[in-house]
């Protein structure tokens, strides 16, 4: 199997343990072990007695029942029998990919968004086509151009929502529209769902799942929950698509481990005091983001409704990858170019870690845009 590289990945690979200021980071800044036990009121004594107890086995093969109810708990109308965990959202968006998509499939997925959703396709063999978010639409995909994309041959439309990099929101009225479009022709609707409930409003984030008998959602403890060292997420699904998904998933994956289960359970049973602190933390530090865009007159952007990260355009003569590579390399300030995101003349900035470092990487970058042309 010949797939593309990927561009993110390669990029963050390349620079995120070199540089002084990672403002490209897409997690809300990570919780310590002993942050989230005092969230949950346990102490390090009864955790230490818990592990200590534990027998290192490969655990549950589907996910234990307690964790796939918790989140199943994070969905309006979802049972413990239609979720299965999985190594990170990579490898829940993966086993969906590879369990549905076979050669000549039409695939369509948006773009910009995370890579997987339209070069995995692509590489299994689908005819895939993608449907450019806009600036000017706020980044939400065009129902009109989806709708003389879609045919009756559709497999599968993959979405994110919030999306990855533009921190666009797709209200639930816009999510019910494309499930019906999908309906119509019997395709299943993916939705990376990764950044789903950190918003920037008091409203709730409806997942595809809960919309329509073939939406597909996945999603993780790193991004929404600040575990990303877990590496533990998960698909929900109707019961029928997670037994197929299962058929794959013993090729690669046979178990999450048993002690990422132990504390991705104690974080969703305080789940409200985690995302309470974790949109505390993206709603203040949007406020710094977003001050520093709209006094700098050479950056602009849609400010984003939800997620973790902005799509910024930068008027510079410089491509998005040699303005990124310049910056590292000159300030320590890492952003993430557009081009590694197919989108060119754009940056990714990950605007949810720490708040001194934001403001340090911001104040560098606006010295920086006096130096190049």
């Known amino acids: 199997m010949k797939i593309e590289t990927f561009g993110v990945e390669q990029w963050m690979n390349a620079w995120e343990t070199k540089c002084a200021y990672n403002v490209a980071e897409t997690c809300v800044e990570s919780l310590t072990v002993a942050e989230l036990l005092e969230m949950a009121g346990m102490s390090q004594e009864q955790m230490a007695k818990d592990l200590a107890a534990k027998k290192l086995t490969y655990g549950w093969i589907e996910g234990s029942e307690k964790l ?71 980044f939400l995909p065009d129902l009109s151009l989806l709708k003389t994309m879609i045919r009756d041959n559709t497999k599968l439309i993959c979405i994110n929502n919030p999306n990855n990099p533009t921190g666009a929101l797709m209200p639930v009225e816009l999510l019910q529209m494309i499930c019906d479009m999908a ?10 769902e990764v950044y789903r409930g950190l918003t920037q409003e008091e409203t709730y ?72 602190r ?36 930068v008027q510079t003569e410089l491509s998005s990858y040699e303005f990124c590579e310049r910056l590292v390399r000159e300030t320590g300030v890492m952003f993430t170019p557009g081009s590694a995101l197919h989108t060119e003349g754009f940056v990714r900035i990950g605007y949810a870690n720490n708040i001194k470092v934001l403001k340090k990487g911001l104040d560098l970058t606006s010295e920086f845009l006096k130096t190049i042309p």
């Open 68 to 138: 796939r109810s918790l989140i199943a708990g994070l969905y309006r109308q979802q049972k413990a029998e239609n979720v299965l965990t999985t190594h990170g959202c990579i490898g829940a968006n993966m086993l969906v990919h590879r369990t549905l998509v076979e050669p000549g499939d039409h695939v369509i997925s948006v773009i910009p968004t995370y890579q997987q959703h339209y070069s995995i396709p692509k590489s299994f063999g689908a005819d895939i086509e993608t449907l450019r978010l806009l600036p000017e639409n706020g």
């Open 183 to 192: 309906k119509e022709v019997g395709a299943w609707v993916l939705c990376d």
């Open 205 to 276: 984030s409806e997942s595809v799942a809960d919309l329509y008998e073939k939406g597909i959602g996945t999603g993780s403890m790193s991004k929404v929950f600040s575990l990303a060292g877990l590496r533990l997420g998960w698909i929900v699904a109707n019961p029928e698509l997670i037994a197929k998904i299962l058929e794959q998933r013993d090729y690669d994956t046979i178990s999450v481990g048993m002690l990422d289960e132990y504390f991705a359970e104690i974080a969703l049973s305080v789940k409200d005091k985690i995302l309470e």
């Open 278 to 313: 974790n949109r505390g933390i993206v709603r203040e530090n949007l406020k710094v983001l977003d001050e520093w865009v709209n006094n700098e007159p050479r950056v602009s952007y849609v400010k984003p409704k939800a997620g973790t990260t902005a799509f910024v355009k």
